[in-house]
């Protein structure tokens, strides 16, 4: 059922073209029934999550490699497969009516709910390997959702922004996890996490961490990786509203999520987190409050929310571990509902700049109340639920083991800003006086305020009644990232103390900046674009222009069109490599003999040597054929002297064809042309010294090296006795060696036909002349 459950979104995406030709416009309502199911399935699991028992279930894959489709439903699992099904159901139908008539939509719905199957697979997998998969499919999907208006050069260049910053991390955590499943012996989340090995212990542990967090950060958008979400706004409302609340993004906070119970208690673990966490959080809110956007107001707000989870996991105390998990909860439910009503917004009035928009409360009043109950969460005000997230918050920086006074001034800094910013998406666009707008306002249609509807009154819920989630939910999810059971004490109210005090001293603080935020916006402005031209996202368009330039390089130097190039490339860099392993891993020594050795043989090979020579310095070609024929001759002396007499007719045979060969096409070519400079011919004639020596060196250290007998007593011994034959010689070629002898008379064979074509053919010529 689990592995339906997961792989039930990839098999509804292929009926979608043929369910779009039928259910037309309704065909958002029509597909939004899987993940409601899939929310139905994932709620019915509640009861035995809460009760403390965790649910693994094996489906067997590719055994011979480890690598297998296990899923894990725990309470941290869970609340993401809840949060991934239940808000994908009002996306979908959101999506119906957002993009109604546009002529994509089929493959937009095809590649969304691939995009929501990949997101469910990454959050319950319980193979390392098949999460990675799931990983990178995430990447993928997000791509062509990013890039889904591809006639746009903005989309384009985006979704492959996104996909390079992404799948480079996918690249560097893939390399974290092969150590990790080297460190721990196993390629199962649940055994790692099951297990008392001290992982902090091993050698291997820094490399694998180091590489952990850097895939985590790439795909959470964490400084100084953050630049790709907000311009990831190229993308559809519908992509953007998913893409911030429930998937993506949320998949780098889930990984480091799953493995803190691992991780936890190691230095470079949690100050990394924290440190990382805190300035994603004050940069995210910075960037929040000075864009104009606003789109890119909620994504900035999303970096912010995205950086106080890691400093939540990083801090690593029961509370923040609490508070991690409610701030995950409340975020997915009003940034849901704010993108969704952004997107309202931009259909309605035809602008998504909010210096634009104001006095809509009377022409899009159920919008207006949504929104405002929606920012209300978003700045962490009472009765919702983000008011309870923010408290705990502040108090679990209050109580951090490390760095306390800092991250408290990071997160009070944050919280102000994020309050303006909550400002700036409610009070700006609804309220003051009323602008023209390209199209004339009015609410949106009912599939497109229901879902955000729905998630601000699970907010509201929430935060009256916070022990509804905390009981059904919440308190096995806090469990399963802080390693043992926890019970939360969730409320509304906790008397005034100091967490609240810094929550009116947010509200207060951040009214102000708001206030003044119309004479701050230029100065903001200003220093953003000065900000640009040196901050992480110029560093990314520097690097991608490196690599452009190298591969114009690459191409004008190494892949010219130049055979004799190609060939000078890959002999230097085969023979280097080969030559830099034997005297490094090897080494050699130079003992020659020459006692045993006979005139007749150093004769042959002065002869060889004088024929390469020659045939490497003439001008003349017929000269230049002799000297190879020559050398090929005295290959075959060899042979028959060392008695290898098959091997040396085989030779005589195949060198006597190609000479006549190049004989024959001789005087068809064209004269000598000089194509290269002296010291071109001068740089071949050292490579190829240097190719020969490297081979030769190879072949005297291959003689030294026996690893088993020779093989000549067996075949002394049993010539005889298996084969009948006293002619060992004989018997090795027709017996022993049946399919090598073979494969010389096919050669000789073809040899003799080609000789054979050649007489006939010259004797044909000269019968028509």
Not at 98 to 119: C, Q, T, W
Not at 167 to 177: F, H, I, N, T, Y
């Amino acid at each position: 059922m689990m592995l339906l459950a997961v792989l039930s979104g990839f098999l509804l995406a292929l009926a979608v073209p043929a369910l779009h030709r039928v259910a037309g416009r309704h065909i958002g309502w029509v597909l939004a029934l899987l993940p409601a199911l899939l929310t139905a399935y994932f709620a019915s699991l509640i009861p035995t999550i809460s009760g403390g028992e965790n649910l693994l279930i094996q489906n067997q894959w590719m055994p011979g490699l480890g690598v297998s489709l296990d899923f894990m439903v725990d309470g941290l699992s869970l609340v993401f497969a809840l949060l991934i099904s239940g808000i994908g159901t009002f996306i979908l139908i959101y999506a119906g009516s957002y993009l109604k008539g546009h002529k994509d939509l089929a493959r937009f719905y095809v590649i969304m709910l691939s995009f929501m199957a990949s997101m469910l697979g990454l959050v319950l997998s319980d193979n390392l390997i098949t999460f990675f998969v799931f990983w990178e499919l995430t990447s993928i999907t997000s791509y062509m959702l990013i890039g889904f208006n591809h006639e746009d050069a903005e989309a384009r260049k985006c979704a492959l922004q996104g996909l390079f910053v992404t799948a480079g991390g996918g690249l560097v955590l893939m390399a974290g996890l092969i150590l990790l499943i080297f460190i721990t012996g196993s390629y199962s989340f649940s055994e790692i996490l099951a297990s008392d090995l001290a992982i902090h212990e091993h050698g291997y542990y820094t490399a694998a961490a180091v590489c952990v967090l850097i895939g985590a950060f790439t795909k959470s958008a964490q400084v100084p990786f953050h630049f790709w979400l907000p311009n990831a706004m190229a993308a559809p409302t519908p992509v953007s509203a998913y893409l911030h609340s429930a998937t993506m993004v949320k998949a780098g906070v889930y990984l480091l999520a799953r493995l803190n119970s691992s991780m936890d208690g190691d230095a470079l673990w949690s100050y990394s987190l924290m440190f990382f966490g805190a300035a994603t959080m004050l940069t995210g809110a910075y960037l929040a409050f000075s864009s104009t956007g606003i789109k890119k107001v909620l994504a900035y707000s999303t970096v912010m929310a995205l950086g106080t989870l890691t400093m939540l996991i990083g801090v690593g105390t029961e509370k923040a571990i609490i508070a991690f998990v409610c701030v995950l909860v409340a975020h997915s439910l009003y940034k849901g509902a704010l993108f969704m009503l952004a997107g309202a917004l931009d259909h309605e009035t035809g602008t998504k700049d909010i210096t634009k928009m104001g006095g809509l409360w009377h022409s899009m009043p159920r919008t207006a109340i949504i929104t405002g109950l929606a920012a209300l969460s978003l700045a962490g005000l009472p009765p919702l639920f983000g008011f309870v997230a923010k408290e705990l918050m502040f108090e679990s920086v209050l109580n951090s083991p490390s760095w306390s006074w800092g991250l408290l001034a990071a997160a009070v800094a944050s919280s102000i800003l994020v309050v303006a910013v909550a400002g700036l998406v409610f009070l700006k666009p609804f309220f003051g006086p009323a602008r023209t707008t390209p199209k004339q306002p009015h609410d949106a249609p009912f599939a497109m305020l229901i879902g955000p509807a729905v998630l601000t009154l699970l907010a509201l819920i929430f935060g009256v009644a916070p022990f509804l989630p905390a009981t059904f939910v919440l308190d096995a999810a806090v469990s399963s990232v802080y390693g043992s059971g926890v019970q939360t004490a969730l409320a509304l109210w906790h008397g005034v103390n100091i967490p609240l005090i810094l929550s009116g001293v947010s509200l207060l603080a951040g009214s102000l900046l708001f206030i003044a935020w119309q004479g701050l916006h230029p100065t903001l402005h200003a220093v953003n674009t000065a900000g640009s031209r040196v901050g992480p996202e110029a560093g990314y368009f520097r690097f991608m222009l490196g690599i452009t330039q190298i591969a114009s390089w690459q191409t004008r130097v190494l892949q010219n069109g130049v055979l004799g190039v190609y060939l000078l490339i890959l002999v230097l860099v085969t023979f280097g490599l080969t030559g830099y392993t034997l005297l490094t891993r090897h080494g050699f020594q130079l003992d020659f003999d020459f006692s045993n050795g006979y005139f007749y043989e150093f004769g042959i090979a002065l002869l060889i040597v004088a024929a390469t020579v020659f045939a490497s310095v003439t001008r003349s070609r017929l000269g230049s054929v002799a000297s190879v024929g020559v050398l090929g001759f005295g290959v075959a002396l060899i042979f028959i002297h060392f008695s290898a007499p098959d091997l040396g007719i085989t030779q005589l045979l195949v060198e006597t064809l190609t000479v006549i060969l190049l004989v024959l096409v001789l005087f068809k070519l064209p004269p000598f042309v000089n194509l290269s400079s002296p010291w071109e011919r001068y740089r071949d004639l050292t490579v190829a010294v240097f190719a020969g020596a490297i081979m030769t060196l190879i072949m005297l250290a291959a003689l030294d090296i026996q690893y088993f007998d020779s093989i000549s007593s067996y075949y002394i011994e049993n010539s005889y006795g298996l084969a009948f034959g006293k002619n060992i010689v004989n018997v090795i070629l027709v017996d022993f060696r049946q399919l090598d002898t073979l494969g010389e008379i096919f050669v000789l064979g073809l040899a003799a036909m080609g000789v054979y074509s050649m007489v006939k053919l010259r004797a044909e010529d000269q019968h028509k002349s």
